[in-house]
């Protein structure tokens, strides 16, 4: 009733509402029974016509319905009335049963974990590598996947320009059990902050640049990249002074060839200068802990074949 | 009925004439009909409608096929499963053509004959005929029963009373069971009621479907057919001149009258009718069918039967009630004539728009592709791969339609040098649906920039006749 002022709307939808079904049952019964003249024998006559004529000689004929039929029309009503007693309907009356929709919802919710709770409840208790090689398991993490993961990371799971791969064994914060669930569960911040101030000039950033390639044998220019090895002093306290970053703050290995927003020069500067900010959401209220279980298995199993290989020999 | 004008009265002309008006309900009192046994060419052919109708509901679900039931509707998986065919909501056009071709059928029965649904098929009428056959063998036929209701309440009245409506609620109920058993199989239904673990929808069914059988074909009857069937209201509208009805030949009957046996009745002045009103008592609905064709006559020919009989023992020549055609009966054709004229062109016409779309309906069901596939394009960018290829990743809904377990083979056409780098072949269990990731990849240079099309080939890998093929953009970034 959040929508009125105050209590007195709910009243007096109450009151119309009572109005209607007491209205609709005297009407019922005023409607029933008619006056007619007694015939002969004191009886009253058969009614024939309604006494409705329309174009001077057009009659409404009276059609009875059978009596039963008005009955029903009574328990229409009787039942009108249970129903407003039992079920919310009567203005802002909650009604006995103390039924709602929130209620119906989380009773669904309820049954379901009761139907599905055991099921998941087996598989949190088993260790993630042994749920890896489940099919059922396996399956339920691919079916998760696809319908939470899969819009950023792909359905292949191969990421693209800024959603990491999960196929590869390149791991931003690490590709361990433990590390991935709490990726899900908490999510992430990989934050770079903008570098250009601190590295110096245009060029500065240039040669930063070329000498980051250098790292991972990438096409750069080697005099250019000579000038940026002592700018990339700046860059050592995330990434390494070797470049091959730090787990640990989520700063990805420069040395390898996996590029998270792309691996060329232009790519690579817009980097320095301006940054990146990149966001993977926090699961732990969106997703049953039994849920994120059985979706760490399977991220971890598209990287660690061993799973995978159980299962194909399962099947032989 | 002569009509009665109502007046509308004032208080005070109410007053003042009340001793002479009194209250008359507008609803009318139900009055119990009771029909009577017919014998007859018609009697027997609703009885072997109701054998036929009726095997096939009370045994069709103990039918089995392979490992599962025939003909079961399982509607918490959303599979119909009829004999080979499982029907997925996919097929949901299937049930169209199927209220379609009933819906036609009707129109076209009715034009040439009637209500020959009603007086035979319909649900209404085999219920009640098999509730009236039993309420006979307990209480006896028409005067019997009239005799039992009208008499004092006593030791036999009710037992009889009990027994019979004992045996019609086990029908009712095991009715209702049969019902309940086409959703749920009929095997494991039956195993639960032995042991009393029914769950809360099956129990509901049983006794709401078993009860409505009891109610209408103990107690609803005609009343079904008067007050609630559209059919009867609009059947009007398919009928024409043509139309062969259940009809009282009124030149032939007319004057009616009573008259012994051996008298000349044309001597009389009279016609073949001798007003023995069995044509009356014989009546499901409680009409007298030589007032005409009415709205409540389900064209059930109980009288016809009846007629007939009395005409054989008064030596009369059969028909005086007969299917005939208002055309026919205007004109004197012969039956010959009359019956030539169920051909034409409105009857042809349904024929024709019947047959069309049961053809239409068996050439695609006979080549439906157990096999379908939706295909969603991964949303976002394109990747672009360090030699320049670039990647488009698609979520394939596979669902194999089929009982068994098959293996399915992805092919990718539309764009030179497009291939698939993920996985090519997919196992799907048997009647279920499986989402497959497929990565496609195109060589640098080989579409243009933009949206380009392309197509997926999904075949059966056994039978690869079995094939669906389904459109899809492949994006190239500009």
Redesign the interface.
């Known amino acids: 009733m959040a929508d009125f002022f105050n209590e007195w709307w709910g009243i007096w939808i109450g009151i119309l509402v009572i109005i209607s079904i007491l209205g609709c049952a005297v009407l019922l019964w005023s ?8 015939d002969a024998d ?10 409705h ?1 329309w174009d001077g000689d057009l ?1 409404e ?2 059609n ?7 009955w029903l029309f009574y328990i229409t009503v009787v039942f009108g009335l249970g129903y407003l007693v039992l079920y919310p309907g009567l203005g802002s009356f909650k009604g006995t049963l103390g039924w709602s929709e929130v209620g119906a919802y989380e009773k669904e919710v309820k049954d379901g974990e009761a139907q599905y709770g055991p099921l998941f409840n087996k598989y949190l208790a088993m260790k993630i590598e042994d749920v890896a090689k489940d099919p059922a398991a396996r399956a339920i993490g ?2 998760l996947f ?1 319908n939470t993961c ?3 990371h ?8 800024g ?1 990491p791969n999960l196929t590869d064994h390149d791991w931003l914060y690490g590709g361990d059990p433990q590390t991935i669930e709490t990726t899900i569960r908490e999510g992430r911040n990989g934050v770079m902050p903008p570098m250009a101030a601190v590295v110096g000039t245009d060029d500065d950033v240039r040669n930063v640049a070329n000498y980051v390639l250098s790292l991972s044998g990438s096409a750069h220019d080697p005099i250019k990249a000579a000038f940026g090895k002592s700018k990339f002093v700046a860059c050592a306290a995330c990434h390494g002074a070797d470049g091959k970053g730090n787990q640990a703050l989520g700063a990805p290995n420069l040395t390898d ?1 996996t590029w998270l927003y792309g ?1 060329d020069i232009n790519t690579i500067m817009e980097g320095i200068n301006l940054g990146h900010n990149n966001h993977m959401p926090a699961h732990k209220d969106l997703l049953s802990d039994a849920k994120i279980h059985l979706l760490t298995a399977y991220v971890w199993s598209l990287s660690n074949a061993s799973g995978l290989e159980a299962i194909e020999k399962q099947k032989q | 009925m002569e009509p009665t004008p109502i007046k509308q009265y004032t208080k005070e002309e109410f007053a003042a004439t009340t001793s002479q008006y009194g209250e008359q309900t507008l609803f009318e009192v139900h009055e119990k009909i009771y029909p009577r046994l017919t014998h007859g060419w018609f009697s027997k052919w609703r009885w072997v409608l109701v054998w036929f109708t009726q095997l096939i509901f009370y045994g069709g679900a103990w039918l089995n096929w392979n490992d599962r039931q025939a003909i079961l509707f399982d509607l918490t998986a959303r599979k119909f499963y009829i004999f080979g065919l499982v029907i997925w909501p996919q097929d949901f056009i299937y049930l169209t053509v199927l209220l379609v071709i009933s819906a036609l059928s009707l129109f076209l029965f009715t034009t040439v004959a009637g209500r020959l649904f009603c007086g035979y098929a319909c649900p209404q009428t085999v219920y009640t005929e098999i509730f009236m056959w039993v309420e006979r063998k307990v209480e006896g036929d028409r005067n019997a029963r009239i005799r039992l209701d009208n008499g004092a309440i006593s030791a036999k009245k009710i037992s009889l009373k009990l027994i019979k409506h004992g045996l019609w609620l086990a029908i009712a109920l095991w009715t209702g069971f049969t019902f309940v058993g086409y959703f749920t199989p009929i095997h494991h239904l039956s195993a639960e009621v032995l042991a009393w673990t029914l769950g809360p929808w099956e129990t509901f069914w049983i006794f709401f479907y078993g009860f409505a059988t009891y109610g209408n074909a103990g107690w609803m009857r005609e009343q079904v057919c008067k007050y609630m069937c559209p059919y009867a209201r609009f059947q009007s509208a398919m009928f024409d001149k043509d139309t062969l009805t259940v009809t009282y030949n009124v030149a032939r009957g007319e004057p009616r009258g009573s008259r012994s046996k051996n008298a000349d009745h044309k001597e009389l002045g009279l016609g073949s009718c001798i007003d023995c009103g069995i044509c009356v008592q014989v009546c499901p609905t409680g009409i007298d069918i030589r007032n005409g064709l009415q709205y409540e006559c389900t064209g059930c020919t109980a009288c016809i039967d009846g007629c007939n009989d009395i005409m054989d023992k008064m030596g009369y020549e059969r028909g005086l009630i007969s299917y005939n055609t208002e055309h026919a009966l205007e004109n004197g054709l012969t039956k010959a004539q009359m019956w030539k004229r169920v051909f034409r062109p409105r009857t042809l016409v349904y024929t024709g728009i019947l047959w069309t779309i049961i053809l239409v309906a068996a050439i695609t069901l006979a080549n439906r592709v157990p096999l379908k596939v939706n295909v969603i394009r991964d949303r976002g960018m394109p990747r672009v791969t360090e030699t320049g290829a670039i990647d488009n990743v698609y979520k394939l809904q596979i669902m194999n339609a089929l009982e068994q377990s098959n293996t399915y083979s992805v092919e990718v056409a539309g764009i030179p040098g497009a291939e698939i780098l993920t996985e090519h072949t997919i196992e799907i269990p048997g009647a279920s649906n499986r989402a497959f990731p497929v990565r496609v990849q195109i060589p640098y240079g080989s579409a243009e920039k933009g949206s380009n099309k392309i197509r997926f080939i999904i075949k059966d890998a056994k039978n690869p006749t079995v094939s669906v093929t389904e459109k899809a953009v492949f994006l190239v970034p500009r």
Request: charged fraction near 20%; charge should be positive.
């Open positions: 409607q029933s029974k008619i006056t007619v003249p007694l004191g009886k009253p006559q058969p009614v024939g016509t309604t006494g004529v009659e004929a009276n009875p319905l059978p009596r039963w039929w008005m691919e079916r696809l899969a819009q950023c792909g359905s292949d799971a191969q990421g693209s320009k959603f060839k691996g």
